[in-house]
DNA sequence: AATGAATGAGTATTCATTCAT
DNA sequence: CATGAATGAATACTCATTCAT
């Protein structure tokens, strides 16, 4: 009896796990709007009726999306811990990580369109409790300790700095549909906003 | 007769202009898929169906913005015409009033979030007809030809990071939904970004 | 000044005749219910507004061509006063003309659909007052008395047959898409009918 | 289970059938275009956005009506295969009863005048693979093959001008609103053109 | 005579959600 | 756990008609 419920339990993690990817690639492709429920339900293989076991309501699977989120930057700043280098250039590794991986997932750019409709949901507002946040505001703390990021500045201040930056590469990205090096393009930016802060 | 056909044009112009605006402040605020027309015909002071005497379809109401951003930027460029300052000041004047200017617009972040949903419709992709991309592209060739950005970058390069800055201060100036000093930040990061690049 | 009421009054006949003719063409190339006013004015080339200066409305365009097919046949039999020949050939002459020429006006088609959609309106009905059914009971009754038609029918019997033909060809003229000779498929089928009603 | 999910079946497939017939009652006896989807739904007792479970669209709707007129044609077909009379005889018969059973259901004037309004949709063009068309141009053939209609003619010709008869007797059955005897009038009509042919 | 701005009721269709099975 | 029939409210868009100019 045990076995089955486990059986059974890994298969409705499973359907679970098909509907919220099903979404997200649907979302992601046509924009949280234009996806019906009927969508999703036929992408993941099940009835509509069926979505409601797992998520209460459409809005819910678009907020998964930050939790996904932050399963990547957990797994970034997880894979730097043995990172000896200075807290700069871990900073730097971890920005140019984030913006390349995020990208990746293309989930993303759906929740930060949501994002930008609706602000009042602060979906991507600084919040410390998120991973994504409370890895970058250490990781610029440990700068100002170590000398490399003037004590002029709060933290705040560099994250939003950093923030833009992310930001305005995945919409430029977004916009010119992938056609050029993130990798590149993160690094040379990210570079020159910490260069700036340094010198002053 | 002649005064009498004015007054009515002035009058369906009007309308016109009322529904326009209507149609912004309510996109800009809840959203283009949260809007409906009677939405907007109710704000505008008129039927549902005298949207269609002006405006073809909803779709052709959000695509009013681009025109609108065009405005700003072409008095943005007439007001520099006497300016004689090098051209590296002249851009960095540009993208700092370009920013602040375009932020005023409310609706410029829902045709940013419009575009972000529908990048095939190539909203805001680069395309040399529009002002914002002739006069941008025009301020960074004279940069080269003055010596103050190498020739080792492509115009295109140089607009790609200039657009990203501009588009990341967007993004978080409504995620933070207005709380930091818009005109300060646009000035250093466009100085750090511009800085970088003369630097090489 | 009475020239120029003359002038104004043979410019409403024409513009009136302009909106007509335009109705006619639209309505029986799209179908009563797929043109709509606008499209009429377009055509006409004025305003939508003044189709009601000259008609009450979008019905009474349509049932204008009850007149015009009236004014067909009372040429064709106008065109036939002088003819000598027995009163059954004339009849068989009257019938293919008939078909034929309500069959080069496209209209026609038009109102038949109408009047099968609507034969409460009793639009085709057998009306005595209309020249098609004057002129049709008077070639019958004439070949009674000649006795080329036996006394057995009643003149409504034939002119049934009759009808019968008429309306058959131009329904499968339309669903063929005009691809058969008209006027040889009338001949041979009005033919085949008053043989058979001269034969009992 | 089983037995569960038939009965829910069996429940669907009557709700689709109320809405079909629904659909052709209204159509039928108002016409497609003054026919409202919230109608059908009213009348089939269900809400509008159900129709949609069960019919892509309105158009489908009519369009499946020569899928009924199929049915009669082959029961038709079907109720004179052991019928050993000459092959003349046996067309006769077909048409006379074609004639009549189809002038029976009504939807049948609707799709007739459906397909008027829309001869480019061919929904009453010839098609061998439609059961009217197989079974009308079979027994043709096998009248030229037994030597009752002269080689002459083409299996088309000789088909044309039976759709002529029928529909001319549809149209006018409908037209005088049912007040004459369609048997004896099909039978009449028929008749007559066959010998027509026959002879020649 | 003519315009065209404005209306308001109407239409097909979509969709998140519920619930009996 | 899963289905899919059913709902009801919403939505973009159409159109005959009116009327001030």
Tied chains: 1, 2, 3, 4.
Excluded at 94 to 122: D, W, Y
Excluded at 172 to 187: L, V, Y
Aim: glycine residues 4%.
């Amino acid at each position: 009896m045990k076995e089955r419920m486990t059986q059974r339990r890994k298969q409705a993690l499973e359907t679970k796990e098909r509907i919220r990817s099903a979404a997200f690639e649907l979302f992601n492709q046509y924009g949280y709007e234009n996806v019906s429920m009927q969508d999703i339900a036929a992408k993941a293989g099940c009835s509509a009726g069926n979505l409601y076991h797992y998520f209460p309501g459409k809005d819910s699977l678009v907020l998964q999306f930050t939790d996904h989120v932050d399963t990547i930057y957990e797994s970034i700043a997880g894979s730097m811990q043995e990172d000896t280098r200075p807290a700069v250039e871990r900073l730097r590794s971890f920005m140019v990580r984030a913006i390349v991986e995020s990208n990746r997932e293309e989930v993303i750019t759906m929740g930060f369109s949501h994002a930008l409709q609706h602000p009042e949901q602060k979906t991507l507002a600084i919040n410390d409790s998120r991973p994504y946040f409370r890895i970058l505001s250490d990781l610029v703390r440990q700068c100002i300790m170590e000398g490399s990021i003037p004590e002029s500045y709060t933290t705040e201040e560099i994250m939003r700095r950093l923030m833009i930056i992310q930001r305005g590469i995945l919409f430029q990205w977004r916009i010119e549909q992938r056609s050029f090096d993130i990798e590149a393009m993160s690094g040379c930016l990210v570079n020159a906003v910490l260069s700036d802060i340094c010198r002053h």
